[in-house]
């Protein structure tokens, strides 16, 4: 049974004391085991898989497994070679003709070692269009050990027709216009005091382009409809950059077989939803990949079929919350030499003009720098687009 | 002090004949005459006087006719059943006294000066010769006289049976766990709840000596002649407390049969360190070996290696559901009005069933006869508050408590928004009365009722309560039948709401009934045998609730769980026999048997395919009282005692025992939503043999008592759960579960000191408890059919609580407590799916938790020992978990942006200090 974390939260105040702090415990045991993940999907295009082996706890990381022959086979006689792009990842275009929805698909993967791993087949099930997306300012914590801080809860509704699929996963990825903190207005260079004109230069807006790394599975299995509300996706708080100006999030659902979606369901019970009072104990998702040589050899990850349906949503700042700022102190300029030259400058003079000028960090003044881009994206609307 | 000797020795010396040899006869017709008119006409007609108290004598009668009648067998008749004293001197002056015997003997100086060697002589130097001393020193004894029990007419019977019964003087009440020790026959028996104890004896005469805890040491000499009942009446003690324990303990420890068994009453767990500052002898509990709990702050107990849902909780004989308050952080029922328990965890008599593990049996306190009393506390978190006193005096006696938290109050004060919209409230109520309609018979009626809400930050209610009611009538037909008949009736409800998601949201109800009957008779015909039977019967009737959609835009599917009806019975025989003076052997064989009755609706399954929606062949429809299924059979139960010498003993017991409801929880800890389930169609009631041993030896000087016992449990037909299994899914419940076989062993060693100004325990157990489910499909397996650690598998346990009481009014208690942390699986790898880690755990409950430790102190002072004041209260500082030790409630993972982070999360990660103020009306003494 799954209780709300308040409970936890309710007895330590309650009583005062109680604690969660980080804790890795010594485990020697480890066995390394064949991992393969990735899904046909229903847009036409390259579809990817992904083949590695599990690592220790104690030293996690990608360990691709390279070389192998990789076909996915539907259940109409079609199969489809993939061919491997980059270490372990095993790709193939697949025209739209072969991606209809109702078609079981399964993998079969042979490693280098010679040995093979199937999935079972897996169902491409219809995925409904995207409903609504929007949000509610909460305040909630990244982790049990950090402090709640305000931002936004996003939401999203799922109405979805009777005959399309109950089950689905969301995968995310968000977009945030950015600015540097000053405008740039001069620019020392070779001893010499360059003059830009204040206008908005190329340095000052930004947009940065990251996908989650959250698992967000819900399904309408105990509900009369096919219909949920208020499903959380992400949370955006206010200790990023992120909802200075104006934050964009690109929402794929992608339809879930009932197999897939209890793999996906444990996966998220297990790495999301512990740490509660009343936790069971924990239990390894079960995939449905399996070795031909050696039905014992568990095998981790899941191959599925997902049909696709997108939806991309703006908002705007019009938080009353305060926006976490990067931080830029000013240093004043005494002797032009004091700083590696070529550097921005900004004048602290009473009429914003001449001397004495000032310097910060490089990132102060180039939105660059903080690891977005200045080209705006294409799928990006201004305010006055809305 | 010499004074008194003196006027005693001479009144006493006026008194020192033979009361025989001043009989008078008499002679007349007197049916049913009145005590007073009777001894008018006696007066009237021969140089005779009485003095006595009219009230002693206004229900007595006289019942004889016939010339040159004894008047002292005549008064000895009429005033022996009323315990009523008399003598009669040279002077033909009748003195008839109530309680107290008059002596009429000087002493036996041998007899006694063994008994009192080791004394000082409190008078020393005050004068006095050797035997002057030795004579005071045997008028003292002289106040433990000889009581005479039967009729001295009838002689050279072969056996007779004693019915005893041992009072607390002041106020009455009955004294439970009073021993009787037969010093002659170097044995004894106890008193139970209402004070009384029974004995087979051959005729002859006896020293017995009397004693209790908290009540100063009785001893008599009994003259036994024929069947009779005798009354004794206990001073209390107020410095040598403990070491009347250690007395009366050893009966148990180590000449009793019982094994695994404990008694703890709230007054000698006064001082030990608690959370919270609330007494709780089921806290309290958990530092006796063998068992334990999941995690602090939660409910349930493990008792050798067993799931919480194997303990029957009884208080008054009514079954409680659910023991906690608070998600377990308290026990629902107020110290004010819990007396002791006793809990039965080895051979639990043949009188008990239905549970696999122990009985816990709660008993209240009784209510004072003679006088009005009150008592009540208040802690950080609670208030309570208790009553008692005579409904009519001397004849019944009622008591009441209630308690309740203030909590919501501390929540309205918080910052957090989400808590502020908390709350969290319970209470519990309880009320007992206890009538005496005559001599033989005894009526209890108890009612009792708890109750706890919580809201949590609106997303979840919770609600739980538990009531019932008993009525127990016990009755002695005849001085060597006795029978007790109790019904009782429990109800546990709980209702929640789960409104996390709007769409989703629920309510669900969820209520059980426990309707029981039982009679238990004991049969005292055969010398050195002890026999007892009797028959149980309980309805059950649980609904376990409808899964409703909650608030207008929820979606749920509303699903029935369905209402179930069971009826479950037991007959059982037992037989305690004293083979020889060094073997007594305890044998009962219990038969019980259930039958699931209908309505019910039960699905049938594709044979040997795994029992789930996708196998399902057709439905079977059984209409209301129709039987859907019974099982039954026989439940062994033998228990031996072999004396190894005065104070050391071997036991060895067997015990099966079977089970008909269990509990779905697929939680480590107990949670307010699980569900009670009876056993039915598909689910066989699982049932368990267990086998103990152990070895007994007191050292008496050291007020020493220690025991070892080892013991190994099997379990078949456990429960377990498929992994992600739901409860209010469906109402199928076999598709959700598996069943197994449970193999627990272990040892319990423990050492308890009861006497001087250290007091305490320390008890150490090993408990293995580990599960096997290897059904013949692949989805009837966990852990690939590997045997596994149970979930409250915590092999090492240590305890030690230790008292130091510095004077009467300062004591310091300290507690420390070890055990190994309980299993879990860990992650052993991790791999990538879309850049973001997930991990591989190992097989099932593989690893542990850290280890768990903790110390706890509590200084109580108590308020002033004048005897003359209105009330009596006393301070409680309690430190609980003073090294401030984060000791681990759960380890657990969380993926965070990607990166899987381990965590520990601790329920109590520093001292938690607590003061609380108790108070009585009466002074330190009273009760």
């Not at chain 1, 799922?158 to 945030?176: S, V």
């Not at chain 1, 659902?253 to 009343?278: C, F, H, N, P, V």
């Not at chain 2, 709980?494 to 039982?518: G, K, L, P, Q």
């Not at chain 2, 697929?666 to 009631?685: C, E, F, G, M």
């Amino acid at each position: 049974m799954q209780v709300n974390k308040t409970i936890f939260y309710f007895i330590i105040i309650f009583i005062g004391s109680g604690c969660v702090e980080p804790f890795t415990p010594d485990l020697n045991e480890y066995k390394e085991l064949l991992v393969i993940t990735g899904e046909i999907t229903s847009q036409e295009g390259i579809q990817t898989v992904n083949i590695s082996r599990s690592s220790p706890l104690s030293d996690p990381q990608y360990i691709p497994e390279q070389g192998c022959s990789v076909e996915v086979l539907d259940n109409k006689g079609n199969h489809f070679d993939y061919s491997e792009t980059d270490p372990g990842k095993y790709s193939c275009y697949i025209e739209q003709q072969f991606l209809s929805i109702g078609t079981n698909y399964k993998i079969k993967v042979t490693t280098s070692q010679g040995k093979e791993y199937q999935s079972e087949y897996d169902s491409m099930a219809p995925a409904a269009p995207v409903d609504s997306i929007y949000y509610k300012i909460e305040n909630r914590s990244a982790s049990p050990t950090e402090p709640s801080f305000p931002g936004i809860q996003i939401y999203l509704d799922l109405k979805a027709p009777e005959n399309f699929a109950k089950n689905y996963l969301w995968k995310l990825e968000e977009t945030w216009e950015y600015r540097s903190k000053y405008l740039i207005t001069f620019r020392y260079e070779d001893g010499e005091i360059i003059h830009y004109e204040p206008t908005i230069d190329s340095l000052w807006a930004c947009w940065m382009i990251k996908d989650i790394h959250g698992l967000y599975t819900e399904s309408t299995e105990n509900l009369l409809q096919n219909q949920k509300k208020q499903i959380p996706l992400n949370f955006v708080s206010n200790q990023s950059p992120r909802l200075q100006v104006r934050y964009s999030l690109l929402v794929k659902q992608y339809s879930l077989s009932d197999k897939a979606y209890e793999y996906w369901k444990r996966q998220r019970i297990e790495t999301q939803e512990t740490g509660e009072l009343y936790d069971s104990q924990p239990t390894n998702a079960k995939g449905n990949l399996f070795c031909v040589n050696n039905p014992d050899e568990p095998v981790l990850g899941f191959f599925g079929a997902s049909a696709i349906a997108e939806k991309r949503v703006f908002f705007d700042n019009k938080f009353y919350f305060q926006i976490f700022n990067f931080i830029c102190e000013i240093d004043t300029i005494v002797n032009y030499n004091d700083f590696e030259d070529p550097y921005y400058m900004i004048s602290l003079a009473d009429d914003g003009f001449g001397a004495p000028f000032g310097t910060a960090r490089e990132e102060c003044f180039d939105c660059t720098k903080r690891g977005g881009t200045n080209i705006m994206p294409k799928f990006w609307k201004t305010r006055n687009d809305d | 002090m010499y004074k008194i000797f003196i006027i005693l020795f001479f009144s006493s010396f006026m008194f020192s004949t033979q009361a025989q040899e001043n009989d008078i006869l008499i002679s007349g017709n007197f049916i049913n005459e009145p005590f007073l008119n009777f001894v008018q006409t006696i007066e009237n007609s021969y140089d005779a006087h009485f003095y006595f108290n009219k009230d002693w004598v206004e229900d007595i009668t006289v019942k004889a006719s016939g010339n040159k009648l004894s008047l002292f067998s005549l008064l000895k008749e009429s005033l022996d059943p009323k315990d009523i004293h008399f003598f009669i001197d040279k002077n033909h002056n009748v003195f008839i006294t109530n309680t107290n015997t008059v002596i009429t003997r000087l002493p036996d100086y041998k007899i006694y000066r063994n008994i009192f060697e080791e004394n000082t002589d409190e008078d020393e130097g005050n004068g006095l010769t050797t035997t002057e001393k030795a004579y005071i020193k045997g008028r003292k004894t002289r106040q433990a006289t000889t009581i005479n029990i039967g009729n001295p007419q009838v002689s050279g019977g072969k056996k007779a049976i004693i019915n005893g019964k041992i009072r607390e003087k002041e106020s009455k009440e009955p004294l439970l766990g009073a021993t009787v020790y037969i010093e002659e026959m170097q044995t004894g028996v106890a008193s139970d709840i209402d004070g009384q104890f029974n004995m087979v004896i051959t005729p002859g005469r006896y020293t017995a000596v009397f004693r209790c805890l908290g009540m100063k040491e009785e001893q008599y000499f009994l003259q036994v002649y024929t069947n009779g009942t005798i009354e004794v009446e206990m001073e209390k003690e107020l410095i040598a407390i403990n070491e009347v324990t250690i007395k009366a303990d050893r009966y148990h420890n180590v000449r009793g049969t019982q094994m695994g068994y404990e008694r703890l009453t709230i007054k000698s767990i006064k001082e030990i360190p608690v959370v919270m500052g609330e007494r709780d002898l089921l806290k309290v509990a958990q530092m006796l070996p063998g068992v334990q709990n999941v995690g602090e702050g939660s409910s349930g107990f493990n008792i050798r290696g067993s799931s919480a849902d194997q303990n029957m909780f009884y208080i008054n004989k009514v079954p409680v559901y659910n023991t906690s308050h608070l998600f377990g952080f308290f026990t629902s029922f107020s110290p004010d009005i819990v007396n002791d328990f006793t809990l039965f965890k080895s051979n639990i008599p043949a009188k008990y069933g239905g549970r696999l593990a122990s009985v816990f049996d709660i008993t209240t306190r009784q209510g004072n006869k003679t006088q009005y009393t009150m008592r009540g506390g208040i802690s950080p978190v609670t208030g309570h508050i208790a009553a008692e006193g005579p409904l009519i005096k001397d004849k019944s006696s009622f008591s009441v408590s209630a308690r309740s938290t203030y909590s919501d109050w501390i929540l309205s004060k918080l910052k957090d928004a989400d808590l502020r919209n908390s709350n969290a409230a319970f209470y519990d109520l309880a009320a007992n009365v206890k009538i005496e309609p005559g001599p033989y018979s005894l009526v209890k009626v108890f009612g009792y009722y708890s109750h706890d809400q919580f809201t949590l930050s609106s997303t979840h209610t919770y609600e739980y309560s538990n009531s019932g009611g008993s009525i127990i009538w016990r009755q002695r037909f005849n001085p060597s039948f006795f029978g007790e008949f109790v019904s009782t009736f429990g109800n546990y409800n709980f209702n929640t709401v789960n409104n996390v998601n709007v769409s989703e949201a629920y309510s669900h109800s969820y209520n059980i009934n426990h309707y029981e009957f039982r009679s238990d008779f004991t049969l005292l015909i055969f010398k050195n045998q002890n026999i007892s039977f009797g028959a149980n019967s309980i309805y059950y009737n649980l609904n376990r609730g409808y899964i409703k959609p909650y608030g207008l835009e929820s979606l749920r599917m509303p699903i029935d769980l369905g209402v179930e009806n069971g009826i479950e019975g037991a007959f059982y025989l037992s037989d305690e026999i004293i083979l020889h003076p060094k073997l007594t052997v305890n044998g009962g064989l219990r038969y019980s048997f259930y039958n699931y009755l209908g309505p019910a609706a039960v699905t049938g399954y594709i044979p040997n395919s795994p029992l789930n929606e996708n196998n399902i062949l057709d439905t079977l429809y059984f209409s209301k009282g129709d039987l859907v299924k019974t099982y039954s059979g026989p439940e062994f139960r033998v228990a031996l005692n072999y004396l190894l010498g005065k104070n050391n003993s071997i036991k060895f017991s067997y015990n099966r025992i079977r089970q008909y409801i269990f509990m779905l929880s697929n939680t480590v800890a107990l949670s307010p939503t699980d569900q009670w389930k009876l056993s039915d169609y598909h689910i066989r009631p699982p049932y368990a043999d267990q086998v103990s041993a152990g070895y007994y030896h007191d050292f008496p000087n050291k007020g020493i008592s220690s025991s070892v016992e080892v013991y190994n449990k099997w379990i078949y037909n456990v429960l377990e759960y498929k992994d992600g299994a739901s409860f209010i899914s469906t109402e199928s419940i076999e598709t959700q579960t598996l069943q197994g076989d449970q193999n627990a062993y272990g040892v319990e060693v423990m050492i308890k000191k009861n006497t001087g100004k250290l007091t305490g325990w320390l008890a150490y157990s090993y408990s293995k408890s580990v599960i096997t489910v290897n059904g013949p499909l692949i989805e009837e397996k966990i852990n690939f059919g590997n045997s596994y650690p149970a979930n409250y598998d915590r092999p090492h346990g240590l305890n030690l609580v230790t008292n130091i009481r510095s004077n009467r009014r300062l004591s310091m208690s300290a507690n420390l407590v070890y055990n190994t942390g309980r299993p879990i699986s860990y992650p052993v790898s991790v791999y990538y799916i879309n850049d973001v880690e997930y991990v591989n755990y190992s097989s099932r409950n593989k690893y542990r938790i850290p280890d768990y430790f903790r110390i706890d102190l509590s200084i109580n002072l108590e308020g002033n020992l004048k005897s003359e004041k209105l009330a009596h209260s006393y301070w409680m500082l309690n430190i609980y978990n003073l090294t401030g030790r984060k000791n681990a409630y759960s380890v657990f993972y969380q993926t965070e942006n990607g990166k899987i982070k381990g965590y520990k999360m601790s329920i109590f990660g520093q001292p938690l200090i607590t003061l609380s103020w108790n108070f009585k009306l009466g002074n330190y003494a009273s009760e």
